[in-house]
């Protein structure tokens, strides 16, 4: 089975991100690409999809939004947990001047994918919005990553007052991004496709959608006729 089986670890560290949002480092590693996801199993809970923050080790961030994710914000170090994977296709890094646009936890992958681009030299430009200071998800990681980091809040208490998108516009117009990268709420990733395809730029967007066996068997993640867990996480949007 692709993924295998899913595997045993423990939690060697627990990172509170904000009120909603902890990262979990695993006392494991894999070899992935950025964009690439695990299937988190937990005995008689259920199992869930999370992005990769990083490899080496294992690192998911996980927002608290439902049953699955509130067991899991209940571990502690050292408590057991189970995951497969590396799963679906990630990222392709392309382009000398990279955008990546992340809303809410969407951030998760393109973490992984900032530290991979700083490392191969790329120039990075990180977009990340929430609704406020409160909510922003990696404000410090990017920049400690060695990327430019622009902030957006829909309230202004931090950054940009607005939409991480409004200010994606100018940063296409003034800073000769060659490649753009993009992960969250599905009206942000629409606005980005917008926006990409007015300035002739391909895009590569992380799209999530309810997802059961992360295999390409069960076909709940399907979306306009391709699977999400086979076909992407990432899709590729080039301009018309
Ligand atoms: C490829 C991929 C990567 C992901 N990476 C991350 C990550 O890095 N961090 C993170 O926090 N989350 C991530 N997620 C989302 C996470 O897997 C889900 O939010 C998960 O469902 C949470 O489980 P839960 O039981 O806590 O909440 P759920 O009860 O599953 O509910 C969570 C949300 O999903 C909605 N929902 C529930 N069932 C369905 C359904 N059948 N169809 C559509 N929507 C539904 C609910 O309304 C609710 O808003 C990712 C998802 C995918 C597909």
């Known amino acids: 089975m692709r993924g295998g089986l899913p595997r045993l670890t423990r939690i060697a560290r627990v ?14 590693t894999v070899e992935a690409d950025p964009g690439q996801f695990v299937m988190v199993w937990l005995p008689r809970v259920d ?17 608290k939004v439902g049953p699955f994710t509130e067991k899991l914000h209940r571990l502690k170090i050292d408590d057991k947990i189970w995951f497969r994977g ?13 955008l990546l646009i992340g809303g809410g936890y ?22 990340i919005g929430a ?19 622009i902030l957006a809040t829909e309230d202004g ?3 940009v007052r607005g939409l991480v998108t409004d200010v994606v516009e100018s940063l296409l117009e003034r800073e000769g991004v ?23 730029l391909s895009c590569q967007l992380s799209l999530e959608k309810y997802m059961r066996c992360g295999l390409g068997v069960c076909g709940s993640c399907q979306r306009g006729g391709m699977l999400v867990c086979r076909d992407g996480p990432v899709f590729t949007f080039r301009p018309h």
């Open 15 to 28: 990172i509170e991100e904000n009120a909603q949002v902890r990262t979990f480092v695993l006392e494991a």
């Open 47 to 63: 199992e869930k999809p999370f992005s990769l923050v990083d490899a080496d080790p294992v690192t998911i961030t996980v927002a």
């Open 86 to 98: 590396p799963l679906g296709h990630g990222f392709e890094l392309n382009g000398e001047h990279i």
């Open 106 to 127: 969407g951030v998760a992958p393109l973490a992984f994918l900032a530290q991979r681009a700083v490392g191969a030299g790329r120039q990075v430009t990180a977009a």
């Open 131 to 149: 609704r406020s200071r409160a909510e922003l998800v990696f404000p410090q990681r990017f920049a400690r990553l060695g990327c430019s980091v």
């Open 157 to 159: 208490s931090a950054g």
């Open 178 to 200: 060659d490649a753009v990268y993009a992960c969250g709420p599905e009206a942000m990733l629409d606005r980005v496709l917008e926006l990409c395809q007015g300035h002739g």
